[in-house]
Nanobody
Framework: QVQLVESGGGLVQPGDSLRLACAAPGRIFNISDMSWYRQPPGKQREWVATIVPDGSTDYVDSVKGRFTISKGNAVYLQMNDLKSEDTAVYYC??????????WGQGTQVTVSS
């Protein structure tokens, strides 16, 4: 069983920044499309951002210009200018279409004044 481990969530004020991290086994990390999803309270899980093996990235419109996904020793989601509507549990996903899709346990991000 592949385990993804998210970290970096917390309680912040509007306008603040947070950086989430997702650790994954190297054999998975290097061949997967790595994504962040989030599930706001009372709502369905939604896609936030993806980085593919060649480094290309994509974002949901609501976070463009504020969030940045990147890869180093882990997959990171740098979140700037946070808004109350960014409050959610954030999940990491590693996917290789037709082969596997693995999820982390989630990390809570709360944006509140």
């Amino acid at each position: 069983q592949v385990q993804l481990v998210e970290s970096g969530g917390g309680l912040v004020q509007p306008g603040d920044s947070l950086r989430l991290a997702c650790a994954a086994p190297g054999r998975i990390f290097n061949i997967s499309d790595m994504s962040w999803y989030r599930q706001p309270p009372g709502k369905q899980r939604e896609w936030v951002a993806t980085i593919v093996p060649d480094g290309s990235t994509d974002y949901v419109d609501s976070v463009k210009g504020r969030f940045t996904i990147s890869k180093g020793n882990a997959v990171y989601l740098q979140m700037n200018d946070l808004k109350s509507e960014d409050t959610a549990v954030y999940y990491c996903n590693a996917k290789k279409l037709g082969f596997f899709s693995y999820w982390g346990q989630g990390t809570q991000v709360t944006v509140s004044s």
